[in-house]
């Protein structure tokens, strides 16, 4: 994907290094927006790998990544928790520290240019969302940041938390390499951040309150489908800086991480009423659908009867 003049984002901030430790590290109470209570927290709405890969794929303890999830106090020790990585102290810094975060910001900076438009047509006022880069292991207003969590979107404080190290793990464990997969992860968290703003997830939330498991996870799974279908539309509206083959990255990414996808390499059944991000077929579908309207309306996934 040709962004290579495009400009950066401003909307960032950074937790590596020492400058982590000055921006992000304070402890906060604030519940993980979305998703069944679990212990007293939420497991949010955002990542576009979450607990799945952790558990059945890199083979975290299930109870440590709740309890990372969970709403509650950071403690000092993991709030101070930094990795020895440069970071840097403005979003000018940030974005130039490597390439993986100059196309982040870049990522970041093109979708602002996209969803503001689209909300000025409807009389609204676009607010982006920000970038939090960490290393490791960092802090949100969702609590904990893992790494081994992936990227995520906390609708607590609006933000993205991106440890760019998930890139090479996308292209090496799950054979999605390329620019554009990358642009894909961080396209579809806005798309998270878009549901933020809208209302989308307060109102699947009071809905998933008063589900049970199985139904508050269907729900869920309409909601990353949608995510999945706005950033199509995000590649959609920049389409004269599509090169080829970056489709087929995406595609390949969608389809690495889908559910069934995902229980199955990790050698277990895969069981649909545990699936919370839709499978491999569904989530290509519906960035395929972005793709082809670049039109938001089209990517209701709460109105259409089969995903």
Not at 9 to 23: F, L, P, Y
Not at 37 to 57: D, E, Q, R, Y
């Amino acid at each position: 994907m040709r962004l290579d003049d495009y400009r950066t984002s401003k909307n960032v901030r950074d937790q590596r290094g020492s400058a982590g430790r000055g921006s992000g590290g304070r402890g906060f109470r604030l519940p993980m927006g979305g998703g069944r209570s679990v212990g007293g927290g939420k497991i949010g709405i955002g990542t576009i790998i979450i607990g799945l890969i952790a558990v059945f794929v890199f083979g975290a303890d299930p109870q440590a990544l709740l309890s990372g999830l969970q709403g509650g106090s950071v403690s000092g020790d993991i709030a101070g928790q930094q990795s020895a990585g440069v970071g840097g102290s403005n979003a000018e810094e940030s974005c130039a520290i490597d390439q993986k975060s100059k196309f982040s910001c870049q990522v970041l900076a093109s979708t602002e240019d996209t969803w503001a438009p689209i909300f000025q047509q409807n009389g609204q006022r676009y607010q982006p969302t920000v970038l939090n880069f960490y290393s490791q292991t960092g802090t949100s207003g969702c609590g904990q940041a893992q790494s081994t969590m992936g990227p995520f979107y906390c609708p607590a404080d609006n933000g993205i938390y991106l440890d760019t190290t998930f890139f090479d793990e996308l292209a090496t464990r799950f054979g999605a390499a390329g620019d554009f997969a990358q642009a894909y992860v961080i396209a579809h968290e806005v798309g998270h951040h878009i549901q933020t703003i809208t209302g989308r997830s307060a109102e699947v939330r009071r809905l998933q309150a008063r589900s049970s498991k199985a139904e508050s996870n269907a729900l869920q799974v309409r909601m990353e489908l949608e995510a999945d279908c706005y950033a199509g539309v995000w590649a959609a509206r920049n389409a004269e800086r599509i090169e080829p083959g970056d489709i087929s990255e995406g595609m390949a990414a969608a389809n690495a991480i889908g559910d069934d996808t995902l229980q199955r390499n990790a050698g277990r059944r895969p069981m649909p009423e545990s699936f919370t991000h839709g499978t491999s077929a569904q989530r290509k579908r519906w960035l395929q659908t972005g793709l082809e309207n670049g039109n938001p309306a089209s990517c209701d996934t709460f109105s259409a009867r089969a995903l």
